[in-house]
């Protein structure tokens, strides 16, 4: 392991509906590059967290599925995945417009044969 060799601290200010939302952000790294370069690796690990992480913890609730069978919820997870990503081709902005878009209507899947 090498030394630390930047502190960055990451402030966000944004509004999520109608609340002020603010976070505070500290981050460690061995490398020694410009603030740019910084952000844009954090934008990029944030982009994945948003996008899929905190989706499959929120809206699929994976964070409290059992754990005692390790296969059967992974196989869930890899599903659930899927049907993300087919919705995001489809170009539902979340899981939960595509879901009431489909609204147990399997035959709409047929439009991804086309």
């Not at 020694?32 to 809206?59: C, Y």
């Not at 899927?82 to 209507?105: D, E, M, P, V």
Request: proline share 1%; aromatic share 10%.
């Amino acid at each position: 392991m090498g030394e630390i060799t930047s502190l960055i601290k990451v402030e966000i200010s944004d509004a999520r509906g109608q609340k002020d939302y603010e976070h505070l952000a500290y981050y460690i790294s061995r490398l020694s590059v410009s603030a740019e370069i910084f952000a844009s690796k954090i934008r990029g690990h944030w982009l994945i967290e948003n996008q899929l992480h905190s989706v499959n913890n929120v809206v699929s609730k994976e964070d409290i599925w059992p754990r005692h069978n390790y296969i059967a919820v992974t196989n869930l997870s890899v599903l659930r995945s899927i049907a993300l990503n087919l919705y995001r081709f489809l170009g539902f902005s979340s899981l939960t417009c595509g879901q009431r878009w489909l609204n147990y209507k399997l035959e709409k899947l047929i439009i991804l044969l086309n």
